[in-house]
């Protein structure tokens, strides 16, 4: 009677020999134990029946023609989707220095010639069920990263729902910011990619860096919120006389801060919080909050006061003067070392066909 997996397959048995009563003695112990025997009398007969079907298990001889068994169980070993296949090495010759070197080679067990019809069932039978458990072990794994991934994903998207939810709020009170806010996640993400090729930031710039900036950045301008409806206009156009309109960037981080500690897992909300906060801030210190200058001035904010401003300069938030694409570079490339980081300018000025603008 026919053995089957719990996958409800026969395992089928490869056996590997070139003298055909030994071939002969082992199909007829598979047989009587129920699983399927495919014999072959050489290496090249044996890598065309496991390109036909992949056996469960492979009995091989170790001294061949033309290949050993040696050779040919490297082979399978190095071969990722033969590599998982258990090889028992069979052999007249059951020296420590054969079995050491088989067992290097990757064999599991070693059945030493002539062959005991009781050793041959129960080495058999264990490896079939050792393989089969690492098989639905490897299953099992897959399965549970598949779960844990789907559940990343899952709190990832919530996270950034958050963070979408506070950007609609800023696009309500001032409706000129919608395609603002797209374009500065758009450039930023863009500028970042870019940046990571560059020696200066290699280190700094990971794929999580790249997909949190894209996020956090359209929230640079959330402290709008506590901006009176009346002077929005003016933060706009960039006439900060105002104290309130001077500081609407601390207030924006000071609103994500309290958001951050109800939701401490927010993986977004940091940066957010330094965008927020720095994105008016200027490489030479004249900008505000006061005193930060230079590299002093976290990456993220860096990348993201470039991408505001390019945006701004090019008329997507409805208010100030506007320029074109064109004249809009020459003038973040006559504020690199004053207001714009130098080295992110000029990664910025070579991307210019790739920026989105209004």
């Known amino acids: 009677m026919e053995n089957t ?45 496991i390109s036909e079907s992949r056996p469960q298990l492979v009995l091989l001889d170790v001294f061949m023609p033309e290949m050993d068994g040696y050779e040919f169980c490297e082979r399978l070993k190095n071969n990722p989707l033969t590599r998982d296949i258990p090889v028992i090495f069979i052999s007249a010759a059951d020296s420590s220095e054969d079995k050491v ?95 990571q090729f560059s020696p200066e930031f290699t280190e700094e710039i990971s794929e999580g860096f790249i997909d949190t900036i894209e996020v956090a950045s359209r929230l640079h301008d959330i402290g709008k919120l506590r901006v009176p409806t009346d002077d929005i206009e003016e933060v706009n156009s960039g006439n900060q006389e105002d104290r309130q309109i001077r500081h609407h960037a601390e207030q924006g981080a000071e609103i994500l801060e309290r958001v951050y500690q109800n939701t401490p897992e927010n993986s977004f909300l940091p940066m957010a919080i330094e965008i927020a906060r720095y994105h008016h801030a200027c490489w030479d210190g004249s900008g505000y909050p ?42 973040i490339k006559e504020g690199s070392g004053i207001y714009f980081d130098p080295d992110i300018v000029d990664v910025f000025l070579k991307i210019k066909n790739q920026l989105r603008h209004s």
Do not use: W
């Not at 030493?112 to 069920?129: G, S």
């Open 5 to 49: 997996s719990k996958s409800g397959k026969v395992p089928q048995i490869l056996i590997v020999d070139d003298v055909e009563t030994n071939l002969l003695i082992l199909e007829n112990i598979i047989e009587g134990m129920g699983y399927i025997p495919k014999c072959a009398a050489n290496a090249a007969k044996a890598a065309a029946l």
């Open 101 to 195: 070197k088989g067992f290097k080679l990757g064999a599991v067990d070693y059945i030493a010639k002539p062959f005991e019809v009781t050793e041959v069932t129960m080495r058999v039978n264990n490896h079939l069920k050792l393989h089969e458990m690492q098989q639905e072990l490897e299953m099992s794994n897959r399965r549970l990263h598949s779960v844990i991934s789907s559940q990343a994903r899952r709190i990832e998207d919530e996270q950034k729902n958050i963070l979408y939810a506070l950007a609609a709020l800023t696009e309500q009170r001032d409706s000129d910011t919608a395609d603002h806010m797209e374009n500065v996640a758009y450039n930023c993400r863009m500028l970042a990619q870019s940046l």
């Open 290 to 331: 006061g005193g930060i200058s230079g590299k002093d001035i976290p990456l993220s904010a860096r990348i993201t006061i470039v991408a505001d401003n390019y945006d701004t300069l090019t008329g997507a938030e409805g208010q100030g003067e506007t320029y074109s694409p064109l004249e809009s570079l020459r003038i």
